[in-house]
């Protein structure tokens, strides 16, 4: 079936939503999440959204905050932009019935995170992704210009290839007409076809076995884009969070927020000692690149699996109060963090790299945008600074908006794109194939392209990923399609950008660390 929309929103997180909300304003949206509307990573979301509100805190400051974190390889106008239009953002969700955490006298209750230099982290409780998440799609539910297609699974986005020719990277031109979409109740193929189409498919985190992404995570509007011969970034740059709880064999690995660290939390070795200070003078509070490398560092020189986080010095009562769900959470598992120290480890949590976006959010890819996870504005660089991610999501949707309700009139559908073809195609012998892959790549990324990289690492993990790609293409190619197969196409795609990515660049800078290159070069590329 063809299925036409003004606008097709691809992903039901803060991006997504708050895109299809404005957009709605102007003509149909038709918003995709390939599961349900609120397993995203916005959902799990704890610390909360960077805004710069009262003084002493400052434009400059975040802006300065953020460039430093970045390592030399942000984008000022990228910075500036998301840094400035932040606040009236904040306005738009609580508009959108969001509820942030206030002071008895009325102020935003302003949390601090590592390589922050003010409080200035709006959020609410520990769980504040959810709380947007559960707003925006109350505001979605009464939307009546917007149509949801939950379990739906975008495979590919359309373009000038799926009528015939052959698109490279150096095509001039190439448009953006809809996506082929699997419905995965009726395991029908349907066309939608857009005047204008959003990439909101949030992170890639299950190219890692251990990461603090939800299963929905596998980078496939990365890979589509990939494979459509659009421009991606900055892949080197995956960013693992320091305080993931130690918890072998569970995932996503359930996050011990920043924020805690904000409030007073203290690194230790397993023998009690704290060791941040060792590494660098703004302790357990540096940015998140150093504290990640040196909690793996004395993980790997003293042969342990974790280090320890200690909040047992501050008072009780509030520290529940400030940490609700980390507070039960750990309490259900045995420890009670106002008496034990919590066991906790790196783990995937975020790229930033993705597809290149303009300060418009748009792609290189005619009417295609991209806003949040999947996207590369330019504003995290080399390292994300802590609670920078809601908020540039939200900016750039906001900017796709404004961009391409001026270029709607102008814009028509694509009506000779043809049906998906599933000629010569049948169910795949074994499915176990395609779990044990998935697998495997994701042993492969943990093994050798983690926080600490070499040459070595990288090209033989490249070479293992290479035989996975035969095996999977040729799988591909025989079988009718599933999310499972098309998951797994994802992971390997990202998998290959991302060790490619890394190999091209000889230095180390912020997320990327490689002992081959050690030093960081004076410009960034
Ligand atoms: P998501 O919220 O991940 O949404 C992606 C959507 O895309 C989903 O609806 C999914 O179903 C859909 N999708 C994906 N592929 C397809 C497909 N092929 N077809 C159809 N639909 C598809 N950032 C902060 O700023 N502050 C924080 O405190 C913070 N804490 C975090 C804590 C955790 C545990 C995690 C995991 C992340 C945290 N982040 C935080 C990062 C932040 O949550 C994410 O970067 C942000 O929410 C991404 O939003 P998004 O809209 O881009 O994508
Ligand atoms: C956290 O709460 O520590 C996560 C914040 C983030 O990833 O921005």
């Given amino acids: 079936m063809t299925r036409k929309f003004d606008f097709l929103v691809i992903g039901s997180g803060i991006a997504g939503i708050s895109f299809a909300l404005k957009a709605s304003r102007y003509g149909k949206v038709a918003l995709l999440s390939k599961t349900v509307l609120d397993e995203t990573n916005t959902s799990y979301a704890q610390g909360g959204i960077a805004a710069v509100t009262y003084e002493p805190d400052s434009f400059d400051k975040h802006i300065d905050d953020t460039l430093i974190a970045g390592d030399g390889h942000c984008d000022l106008a990228a910075v500036e932009k998301v840094i400035r239009e932040a606040p009236g953002q904040i306005e738009e969700l609580l508009q959108w019935g969001v509820d942030f955490d206030r002071t008895p006298k009325g ?44 379990n739906h699974f975008a495979i590919e986005i359309l373009t000038q290839h ?32 857009s005047r204008v189409t959003l990439l909101a498919t949030g992170g890639i985190g299950n190219v ?30 995956v960013q693992f969070h320091p305080t993931a709880l130690y918890q072998p064999g569970v995932r996503p690995n359930f996050l011990i927020t920043e924020a805690i660290r904000g409030y007073g939390a203290v690194l230790r070795c397993r023998d009690g000692r704290e060791f941040m200070h060792k590494y660098d003078e703004r302790g357990s509070l540096a940015p998140r690149d150093i504290v990640a490398r040196a909690i793996d560092n004395e993980m790997k020189t003293r042969g342990h699996d974790y280090v320890y986080l200690d909040v047992t010095h501050k008072d009780a009562e509030e520290t529940k109060l400030h940490f609700p769900n980390i507070f039960k959470k750990c309490l259900e598992l045995g420890i009670d963090i106002t008496k034990d120290y919590i066991p906790v480890c790196p783990t995937q ?137 098309c998951e797994l196409r994802n992971v390997i795609s990202v998998a290959y950008l991302i060790i490619k990515h890394a190999l091209r660049r000889k230095e180390s800078r912020g997320l990327h660390y490689t002992v081959d290159y050690p030093r960081r070069l004076s410009k960034s590329e």
């Fill in 349 to 485: 949590h975020y790229l930033c790299g993705g597809v290149v976006v303009d300060l418009n959010a748009r792609t290189s890819i005619q009417r295609l945008y991209a806003a949040g996870e999947c996207s590369c504005t330019g504003l995290h660089g080399a390292n994300r600074l802590a609670s920078n991610s809601l908020i540039e999501a939200i900016v750039y949707a906001d900017a796709a908006v404004k961009d391409a309700v001026k270029q709607m009139d102008t814009i028509g559908y694509n009506e000779m794109i043809p049906a998906w073809n599933d000629e010569g195609t049948s169910l795949p012998e074994e499915m176990v194939l395609i779990t044990q892959s998935f697998r495997e790549v994701e042993q492969i990324m943990n093994s050798y392209v983690g926080i600490v990289r070499s040459n070595l690492r990288l090209k033989r993990a490249m070479s293992r990923l290479e035989i996975i790609f035969k095996e999977t293409e040729d799988l591909f190619d025989r079988s009718v399609v599933s999310r499972e197969i």
């Fill in 208 to 237: 890692y076995a251990t990461t603090t992404n939800p299963p929905v995570a596998t980078g496939d509007g990365i890979a589509m884009v990939h494979r459509a011969r659009g421009v991606i970034r900055d892949m080197e740059f």
């Fill in 162 to 193: 799926h009528l015939g020719e052959i698109v490279t990277q150096h095509t001039a031109g190439v448009e953006c007409y809809g996506a082929y979409v699997l419905d995965q109740q009726t395991n029908h193929i349907h066309t939608f076809l």
């Fill in 107 to 150: 102020k935003f209750d302003l949390h601090k995170e590592g390589g922050h230099s003010e409080f200035r982290i709006l959020h609410h409780k520990d769980n504040t992704g959810f709380e947007i998440q559960q707003s925006l799609i109350r505001r979605l539910r009464s939307d009546p210009n917007i149509t949801v297609f939950e």
